[in-house]
């Protein structure tokens, strides 16, 4: 069994223009899964723009594991309907946590790298990983595909605690 690096804190916060996939409305959830892991947020009834404000933690044992996230529109008498995804590419912020273990002192709000939308990435808008209070952490806009409209706003930050390796460990290298 392969020893965990950290583990990774996703705060999914809200649902932007979501999907109608009922008659006037959606009743959706957010599932996270990286290989066997699967994490679910709470039903939010009769909501195209939902808040969720829960957190999800995923023990990553692989920097490089892909993530996804998908929006469901949960069905009493029936399937649950897709509503989009996005995969959450940890990549800029694993750097980005490897550099900033050698900082100190810097002040609250400090950006150490700026991501742009792309073409390779599922950003909506620019993503900051930021330095607060001794954590780096970065929000994140992400627009979901395979749908006609939708975006999901979410927070990352990573957690070592004592059973965990940490990065450098692995020798993951820049």
């Not at 607060?132 to 990573?158: A, F, P, Y």
Request: contains cysteine.
């Amino acid at each position: 069994m392969e020893a965990t690096l950290g583990r990774l804190k996703i705060r999914v916060r809200r649902g932007i223009n979501l999907a109608v996939r009922d008659t006037i409305s959606s009743d959706p959830y957010v599932v996270i899964t990286m290989g066997h892991q699967k994490l679910k947020t709470h039903v939010v009834k009769r909501n195209c723009n939902p808040e969720w404000n829960e957190e999800l933690t995923l023990s990553i044992n692989d920097p490089n594991a892909r993530i996804d996230l998908t929006v469901f529109d949960k069905d009493t008498f029936t399937g649950d309907d897709q509503m989009g995804n996005a995969e959450i590419d940890i990549k800029p912020y694993i750097e980005a946590l490897k550099l900033g273990k050698g900082l100190q002192n810097l002040p609250n709000g400090c950006a150490l790298k700026r991501i742009q939308p792309g073409k390779t990435n599922y950003l909506a808008d620019e993503s900051s990983i930021v330095w607060n209070s001794g954590k780096i952490t970065q929000d994140m806009r992400l627009k979901l595909r395979n749908v006609e409209c939708g975006e999901v706003l979410i927070h990352l930050e990573w957690v070592e605690d004592s059973g965990c390796k940490g990065l450098e460990s692995e020798g993951i290298h820049d």
